[in-house]
């Protein structure tokens, strides 16, 4: 049974990360149904499968994103992104490590994820807005990194932490932030992925961390197992997900959150 409920939390961790929709909040959801024997187990590995899905962006964005190659301009480039993304994830780190025991104890449930769902809908919609004021052109981060100043950085890195609250979503919360310091969706988009790479990456060390890597042969497997099916799942919809926010906006999952929600305070209470 643990097997098969490592598989399909990978599918909705694979599918849910990179929307704006709220992985961690759909895991606490289908928690409802889809439980491991073990409840300290099931909380760490809701958050260490998001590992599988962050390497996903690491291997759609390898060429933008490795900073060794014969151009060395490129590179330069590459480095500028990367310090800019890590003044993004500072507001983050430091937040979460400070309120971690207290997000589990009192965020953790469908209740409050319903209502960071329809709150999370309600800024989509007010990032719209701004979206379709200022247009969507712009080239890739790569391409053009000074796009990005410190300022935009930690306001976006800043913006990040709303995503402590389940049901806010860290890919919402990031978008929405670029979008109100006057990125176009994709780039905003761009931007938001390759921030999770330190922050997942390091979430998910910080739980392995308090977990003390003392698992059982077989939750190994388990583990592995739900983080292989997320990087596989989540790979089909970065690739989906990009080309989707250069032709349509994002209105449509502000609708399903807000569904999502109320059918969450109605059912899941």
Known sequence: MDMITAFFLGIIEGLTEFLPVSSTGHLIIAGRWLTFADPAFENMFNIVI???AILAVVFYFWGDIFPFTRDAEKNK???KLWA????????AAVIGVLIDDWMEAHLFNPASVAIALITGALLIFFAEAKSSRQGQTGVGLVAKPAQITVKLALIVGLFQCLAMWPGMSRSASTI?????????RPLAAEFSFLLGIPTIMGASFFKLL???FDFSAFQWVILILG???????A????????????????RPFAVYRILLGIAVLIFCH
Do not use: D
């Not at 919809?237 to 349509?248: A, R």
């Open 235 to 250: 790979l089909v919809v970065v690739k989906f997900f990009m080309s989707y926010l250069k032709k349509y906006s994002l």
């Open 176 to 184: 929405i932030g670029a979008v109100f310091c006057g990125f176009a």
């Open 210 to 212: 308090k977990a003390g």
């Open 84 to 91: 800019l993304i890590v003044i993004a994830f500072l507001p």
């Open 77 to 79: 480039r590459i480095w």
């Open 50 to 52: 998001q590992f599988g």
């Open 227 to 233: 983080t292989v099916i997320s990087f596989i799942t």
